[in-house]
């Protein structure tokens, strides 16, 4: 939030500055309206890019100096599509991180043990993963994370460190929400775009073209093609001599980065 506070005591500023300085009277009010133009382009570009840090300090890329790689899923667990991709990563000795939807999560409690007995890190994605978790207020997003992690932690048996918002969207709320948590953000440097309507192809050569040392693949469990992306994109990780490590393995110190 500090980047946040930041920016808006600039802009307040200037905006005190164009209504109390003498300004000719033609340029007074397209000066004002420009200024808050860009305080809203700069807001809504904060709550889009979790990588931006623009409301909440997120774990986006670990460290170049390691040929480490982290990948990540998003919005499971899906019943034999989530065996399918434990299936898979244990071929290729691959460790991810998934970020589960509570309500999901609930109903799947079998699949969330298989994935803590493989080494896999279990992360919070909320309760809901409403359209309209963002305009949550903070009490009710508190909730959700809390019933979320209380999920986790059932089959995790230990505190679950990482929170993805819903969509990637940081806000003051969600912010407000996470305060005393405890819980840390985590984004992602790689951003897939698996879930849409482009041939499988096409998604791992973006991924391998973007891969680096500490990069952060975010993925989903419900993507049509994601068991082909997979077998695809791990043996290539793999000649490329990288190591697919969890989360906390990839961010052991709590530092944003």
């Excluded at 073209?209 to 793999?238: C, Q, R, T, Y």
Aim: glycine share 8%.
């Amino acid at each position: 939030m500090r980047l946040f506070y930041t920016i808006t005591a600039i802009i307040a500023g200037l905006i005190l500055l164009i209504i109390l300085l003498p300004v000719p009277g033609s340029l007074g009010l397209p000066l004002l309206l420009l200024v808050i133009a860009l305080y809203l382009a700069l807001l809504v570009y904060g709550a889009s890019r979790i990588d931006s840090k623009f409301f909440i300090r997120t774990h986006c890329r670990g460290s170049a100096e390691d040929r480490k790689i982290a990948i990540t899923f998003d919005d499971g667990p899906h019943g034999e599509r989530s065996e399918e991709i434990i299936h898979i990563l244990r071929k290729y000795e691959c460790k991810a991180s998934f970020f589960l939807i509570g309500s999901l999560a609930e109903k799947n409690p079998e699949i969330l043990k298989k994935m803590v007995k493989d080494g896999h890190l279990l992360g919070n994605h909320s309760y809901s993963h409403s359209n309209f978790f963002p305009l949550y207020n903070r009490a009710r997003i508190r909730r959700e994370l809390k019933k979320t992690n209380d999920i986790l932690e059932a089959a995790s048996s230990e505190p679950i460190r990482f929170f993805r918002p819903p969509f990637g969207v940081s806000n003051p709320r969600i912010a407000g929400g996470l305060k005393g948590s405890g819980m840390e953000v985590a984004g992602w440097s790689i951003r897939s775009f698996d879930t849409g309507n482009q041939a499988a192809e096409k998604v791992v050569k973006r991924i391998l073209s973007k891969m680096e040392p500490g990069s952060v693949i975010l993925l989903h469990e419900n993507s049509e093609h994601i068991l082909e992306i997979l077998l695809k994109i791990l043996p290539a990780i793999h000649e490329a001599g990288y190591q697919c490590v969890t989360l906390d393995q990839m961010f052991q110190s709590n530092a944003g980065s």
